[in-house]
Structure formats: structure tokens, C-alpha cells
Nanobody, 129 residues
Framework: QDNLRESGGGSVQAGGSLRLSCVASGGLNSRWTMAWFRQVPGKEREGVAAIAAGTTYTYYDVAVQGRFTISQDNAQKTVYLQMNSLQPEDTAIYYC??????????????????????WGQGTQVTVSS
């Protein structure tokens, strides 16, 4: 799979918003499931949101449901994560991930990091109170 590169991280105050972007250098494959994960040093990587291959089906972790929105723009080769009402507990390094759809258990574990085999380098998000 092609390289993934995230951008858009930064520092905001609680209640603020950020939009993360993930560009796939070779374009978005309609057979890929795309996802965003985040990780705090010393803790396991956790899934945030996923978007099913070739569809508009989305899935969100309960911690971000209603505040975050995942979307993709095939023409721009980009997957986005719009993050609103950010809280200090959202502080983490955010990673974009991709995998062939048939290797992701969409209906049981769409945010299982072990299912994804292509990762970006991460972008830092810091939310201050």
C-alpha cells in the first residue's frame, strides 16, 4: 500500500477544533478501509474512527462519537478527521491507517489496530484546559 502522511495537528484550548488530513501518496483505493487511531505515550494505541471501503459507512469510538467526523475525498486522495469540542483527554499522537477491506472485521472490530497494516507517521494534537 502507498505511503500515508498526516497533517493538521497542533495545540488548541478545550472546546476548540482541529481538522486532521491523511494523504495517500498513490491515491485512495476503493478497496481500503481507512481509520484514525491515537496514542498517548505509555498507553496502547486506540481506535478513534473508521470509514468503510467504497462506502460512506463510518464507525466511531464512544469517546469521540458526536464530536469527531471521518470523511474521505477520493479526488484529493485524502481522509479527514474533523475534531470538534476537543478536550484535554483528546491529547495524543493521531495516526492514519489503511487496510484492504476484507482484512478488517467491519461488523465486529473495525478499530482493531492489529487489522491495519499501513500507517502514517503521526501528528501531535495537544488540548489544554
Amino acid at each position: 500500500q502507498d505511503n500515508l502522511r498526516e497533517s493538521g495537528g497542533g495545540s488548541v484550548q478545550a472546546g476548540g477544533s482541529l481538522r486532521l488530513s491523511c494523504v495517500a501518496s498513490g491515491g485512495l483505493n476503493s478497496r481500503w478501509t481507512m481509520a484514525w487511531f491515537r496514542q498517548v505515550p505509555g498507553k496502547e494505541r486506540e481506535g478513534v474512527a473508521a470509514i468503510a471501503a467504497g462506502t460512506t459507512y463510518t464507525y466511531y469510538d464512544v469517546a469521540v462519537q458526536g464530536r469527531f467526523t471521518i470523511s474521505q475525498d477520493n479526488a484529493q486522495k485524502t481522509v479527514y478527521l474533523q475534531m470538534n469540542s476537543l478536550q484535554p483527554e483528546d491529547t495524543a499522537i493521531y495516526y492514519c491507517a489503511a487496510q484492504d477491506a476484507h482484512r478488517v472485521q467491519w461488523w465486529s472490530a473495525p478499530l482493531d489496530s492489529q487489522s491495519y497494516n499501513s500507517w502514517g507517521q503521526g501528528t501531535q494534537v495537544t488540548v489544554s484546559s
